[in-house]
């Protein structure tokens, strides 16, 4: 398992929902110029999640057309293959998601009376 951020790992798993919708795989998807997939790269300390696109051919070969860039919060910085569009819809749900799954309402610490002396 690839070790992120929780808000960059949401965007992924919008990534991962696109490529089933569109090919039924998890890094496989149609952009406007042709078939792309993604390949993750090494984990980062920072959070962010980074890797490789490849375009593929018609034979069914892949060559790399150029990387992706997911920061620890949650922005897409770059993304070969992905509309700008797609991206800010990728990036609005998985804030939605990361909002609703951690919200802010944890409970609030105790508030313990403070004793003076006298």
């Known amino acids: ?4 951020s929780a808000k960059s790992s ?3 798993d919008q990534m991962r929902a696109r490529c089933q919708a569109d090919t039924q795989t998890n890094n496989k998807w149609t952009g406007k110029s042709g078939n792309y997939m993604y390949i993750m790269g090494r984990e980062n300390a920072d959070g962010k999640a980074t890797g490789v696109v490849h375009k593929i051919a018609e ?3 892949h060559k790399l057309c150029g990387s992706f860039k997911i920061m620890s919060d949650g922005m897409i910085a770059r993304f070969t293959g992905l509309s700008r569009q797609d991206q800010t819809n990728m990036m609005r749900s ?3 998601e990361y909002s609703a799954k951690y919200s802010e309402t944890a409970p609030a610490e105790d508030t313990a009376p ?3 002396a006298v």
Do not use: E, F, H, N
């Open 1 to 4: 398992m690839y070790k992120c």
């Open 10 to 12: 949401l965007v992924l």
């Open 59 to 61: 034979d069914s070969s």
């Open 94 to 96: 998985a804030d939605a």
């Open 114 to 116: 403070t004793k003076v």
